[in-house]
């Protein structure tokens, strides 16, 4: 089922659709993939975890799918600690470094970037410069003051219930 995941994303996906809010392609992933993205955040896929292929399936699950899932509510960053977690792991093991093909590189390091620990996205700009492209690794520099000036993505807030902490 990982290799659906994977082809679904980077081979029927275009670029565009990855960043672009639509309810179409939300409700395409919610559909096609919901259910699993359920059993990933349960914890019931951790046997993803063991090669690179199925724990870069694991991580666009619990990192991207849920915000396609649960777009403008609190949980779609639920997946967040576990996706950091794993794209950690892939970093300490080689994967991202052994994995040929920059969109991947790209999905790897983006738990990295979703972060609000503004460490732990200073340590992953680098990382983009080396394994994405400059313009990532500016675009993650510039969203940096977000999370050293206020512990947080003030654009989530209205997500989180709280919009009244919106800077």
Excluded at 99 to 125: C, G
Aim: hydrophobic share 45%; charged share 25%; glycine share 4%.
């Amino acid at each position: 089922m990982h290799e659906a995941i994977l082809d679904f994303w980077f081979e029927q996906c275009r670029p565009w659709q990855w960043f672009r809010r639509s309810e179409a392609f939300d409700l395409e992933v919610r559909w096609r993939f919901g259910a699993l993205v359920e059993q990933a955040l349960a914890g019931g896929l951790h046997s993803w975890e063991a090669e690179p292929s199925s724990c870069l399936a694991l991580v666009l699950l619990l990192d991207q799918f849920s915000r396609q899932l649960w777009r403008g509510e609190a949980r779609a960053f639920v997946g967040d600690e576990q996706a950091l977690r794993l794209s950690q792991r892939a970093q300490a093991l080689g994967w991202i470094t052994l994995e040929p093909q920059r969109a991947r590189r790209q999905f790897w390091l983006m738990p990295m970037l979703h972060s609000e620990n503004a460490v732990v996205v200073q340590r992953a700009i680098p990382l983009l410069q080396i394994h994405v492209d400059q313009a990532t690794a500016d675009l993650a520099q510039h969203n940096l003051d977000q999370p050293q000036r206020f512990g947080r993505y003030p654009w989530r807030d209205r997500a989180r219930g709280s919009e009244q902490n919106h800077p």
